[in-house]
């Protein structure tokens, strides 16, 4: 039986990230069991089959394997299935143009795809932290830290959740430091710092693991891609994929006065593309 999420909280939602998405459903790496295609339709069929209902997905970008419009073609057919709305942001992969056009039906596309929007009494900030010119790295302009600066001094009671695609901290791993992460972070930290006593969560993809980093009282929570996952261990300098890991995704709910996060993973049928 489907029923509501838990009454006492405010906001409930669910966090994918990284599909890559590719039209062609041979694409795949060398090694990994399922392509991306498959794992989508999977993600889809678990979320449709959760035994409440969720608010809304947040998806952390990554959502089709290239810039290619029929990536996205078939990424609107894919999450066409799902019961509940989703939110998209643009990751390092993705085409925003592309991404707004096809997925959003927007027939002026935002240069900066930022977004603003209010579920259930609960602020959600999606940041652009895709970088003008780096292929992994990402960034936040100063415009971006000025809006977040402006949300900053609002006399604003409401719970926060920022959303971005690229890890915004360093953690001690080059691979995570030096490949991945967004180049100004620590900007993005003290930007966030002001608002952190109604700041719930920073929600983000990129680095293909489940991870929590709590500083400074925030907190910054990644999640499993749909496709494959990534190993991050000390000293690790290239990107190596962790075989033992399943794909999953994470589900939030925000109450008055906790955040709780459960990290869920899944298998994906060898049919699942039939």
């Given amino acids: 039986m489907t029923q ?10 669910v966090h994918i990230t990284d599909t890559h998405i590719s039209a062609d459903p041979r694409y795949n790496l060398d090694g990994v069991s399922h392509t991306p ?7 889809v069929k678990r979320l449709n089959d959760l035994p409440f209902t969720p608010d809304f997905v947040l ?10 419009e029929s990536a996205y073609e078939a990424a609107r057919e894919i999450f066409g299935e799902l019961r509940f709305p989703i939110t998209y ?7 925003k143009a592309a991404l707004q056009r096809i997925l959003l039906g ?7 795809f930022n977004q603003e929007i209010e579920v259930n009494g609960v602020q959600i900030v999606c940041l652009d932290s895709k970088h003008p010119t780096l292929a992994t790295r990402g960034h936040i302009s100063d415009e971006q830290l000025t809006w977040l600066s402006s ?19 360093k953690v001690g791993i080059p691979w995570w430091d030096d490949f ?22 920073v929600f983000f993809g990129h680095v293909h693991q489940s991870t929590q980093i709590y500083r400074d009282g925030i907190l910054y929570v990644s999640g499993l891609s749909s496709w494959y996952q990534i190993s991050a261990q000390p000293g690790q300098i290239k990107t190596i994929d962790d075989k033992q890991a399943r794909p999953g995704f994470n589900v939030v ?3 008055p006065a906790n955040t709780f996060i459960r990290a869920y993973t899944y298998i994906v049928e060898p049919d699942i593309g039939g």
């Avoid at 295609?37 to 993600?43: D, E, N, P, Y």
């Fill in 106 to 112: 927007r027939e002026q596309p935002e240069a900066c």
């Fill in 4 to 13: 509501t999420a838990n009454p006492a909280a405010l906001l409930t939602f």
């Fill in 37 to 43: 295609l498959f794992g989508a339709k999977a993600l």
């Fill in 253 to 255: 709910m925000i109450t």
């Fill in 59 to 68: 998806h952390t970008g990554d959502v089709a394997y290239d810039p290619d």
């Fill in 151 to 169: 949300i900053a001094k609002a006399d604003d009671p409401r719970p926060l959740v920022v959303a971005v695609h690229h890890n915004p901290l």
């Fill in 180 to 201: 991945m992460s967004l180049e100004n972070g620590d900007d993005l930290h003290a930007a966030l710092l002001p608002i952190r006593s109604r700041l719930r969560g």
């Fill in 89 to 95: 942001l643009n990751g390092n992969h993705d085409d």
